[in-house]
């Protein structure tokens, strides 16, 4: 495993957390607001800054875009995490 903190390693975080807490059907058992939430403090937690607003200051509703210290990136949002390569296969 690399030293250096990837959004791969949040986006495994935040699956596992999600569903060892609420089951794989968390989508429709957790408020939106609370996964946006969620996601956010994980991926600070792995050292990523964020590009655009928080989901603090949104409600979840609008992605935060971040970079994380290998320069790999995600978003979060209402939606959980999803990695920049995730987004690009269901455009």
Known sequence: MPGTPTAHHAYNLFSLT????HGCDWRE????YS???LADEIVLG???EPLTGSATQSGGAVP????FPDGSTC?????GL??????????
């Open 18 to 21: 999600m569903e060892s807490r």
């Open 29 to 32: 058992k957790v408020e939106p």
């Open 35 to 37: 996964v946006a939430l």
């Open 46 to 48: 792995f050292g990523a």
């Open 64 to 67: 935060t875009v971040w970079r």
């Open 75 to 79: 978003r979060t949002g209402h939606f």
């Open 82 to 91: 999803k990695m920049e390569d995730e987004l690009r296969k269901s455009a």
